[in-house]
């Protein structure tokens, strides 16, 4: 009898979360690979986070970019590392989500390759366009695109990419003929636009809300179903065209199978600095909402993801080039 008590004892704490938990510390720094430029909204996030949860990891959390392919080859790189918690990436509603439906040949399956540690934040696009445009709304922006047919350039982070994928859902939504230009991240194409090589972006909020407030560049809508708390005087599409609705995410991910323990205990540091004022400020900043889930609340966000932007790829007709 006792002797059942003391093994039943034992399975107990070993089942404690919290136990389960204290029994991973990392001992070595820990590589987070951003699947895109330097600059953007999620090279942004990832270096906010990692900065965070450093100190509470007792190790160095290092931003390793890795661009190319929409995100794919950096996250290919994780799907393929080995699963010890060492080797993490911060996963996108492009990478995750929408890849799956633009790739006819996937490197990696966005499910099974991958633990879910927890989504970080939502973030909303932002369409801007040069000063020169003469649209001053969403309206005008749809009318000038009419009038001259294929005239107007709009930039994205990569064929595939949200940005990509806003623009073309917006010229199928209003039969505007437009050119989408390509580039490898977000932060290249900020820069034509705001060098007037291209006329147009829906880029993430984070990546153009100082050049709008510097008058570099002027904001015409946002795509999100509300507006922004930090441009309320900018209208939502949808106000123009109801339903519209792209709305971002990412968060951080490790190889499918990385031990519970691990995941588990950066879960937890993320849910607890995503909580801290200080970090809801600095996202406050950029436009970003926090989130913080567990692992399980993210792996069925993703789950639910997938399907709804694999049917927004099929409504805009988009196609990687």
Do not use: C
């Not at 199928?172 to 705001?194: E, M, N």
């Not at 708390?229 to 490790?254: C, H, K, Q, R, S």
């Not at 989130?291 to 805009?316: N, Y």
Request: glycine share 8%.
């Amino acid at each position: 009898m006792q002797r059942r008590q003391i093994l039943a004892g034992l399975a107990a704490i070993a089942a404690s979360p919290a136990l389960a938990q204290a029994q991973w510390s990392p001992d070595r720094p820990i590589r987070v690979i951003v699947p895109f430029a330097p600059g953007g909204s999620t090279d942004i996030t990832a270096r906010l986070v990692a900065e965070a949860i450093s100190p509470r990891l007792g190790q160095p959390v290092v931003i390793e970019n890795r661009p190319g392919a929409a995100g794919n080859i950096g996250s290919e790189a994780v799907a393929r590392a080995a699963p010890d918690g060492y080797t993490l990436v911060m996963a996108t509603s492009s990478t995750h989500a929408t890849n799956g439906a633009l790739y006819r040949n996937m490197p990696f399956d966005a499910q099974r390759d991958f633990a879910p540690i927890s989504q970080t934040t939502f973030i909303p696009n932002l369409l801007v366009v040069h000063p020169d445009v003469s649209a001053r709304d969403f309206a005008g922006l749809v009318a000038e695109a009419k009038a001259k047919p294929g005239v107007l350039n709009f930039g994205n982070a990569g064929s595939g990419t949200s940005q990509h994928l806003s623009a073309a859902m917006i010229a199928a939504r209003t039969g505007i003929d437009v050119t989408h230009v390509s580039y490898r991240g977000g932060t290249p194409a900020v820069t034509d636009l705001i060098g007037g090589k291209i006329q147009a972006m829906a880029a993430p909020l984070v990546e153009v809300i100082a050049h709008v407030q510097a008058g570099r560049l002027r904001a015409i809508a946002i795509t999100t179903a509300r507006r922004s708390a930090l441009l309320p005087d900018v209208p939502t599409i949808a106000e123009t065209l109801p339903g519209f609705e792209v709305a971002l995410w990412n968060g951080y991910m490790a190889p499918a199978a990385t031990p519970a323990p691990i995941v588990n205990r950066i879960a937890a540091e993320i849910r607890a600095v995503m909580r801290t004022d200080d970090m809801r400020a600095k996202l406050a900043q950029q436009g970003s909402e926090p989130v913080g889930s567990t692992p399980e609340e993210f792996r069925a966000f993703v789950a639910s993801e997938i399907p709804k932007w694999s049917e927004l790829v099929r409504i805009s007709g988009a196609k990687v080039e």
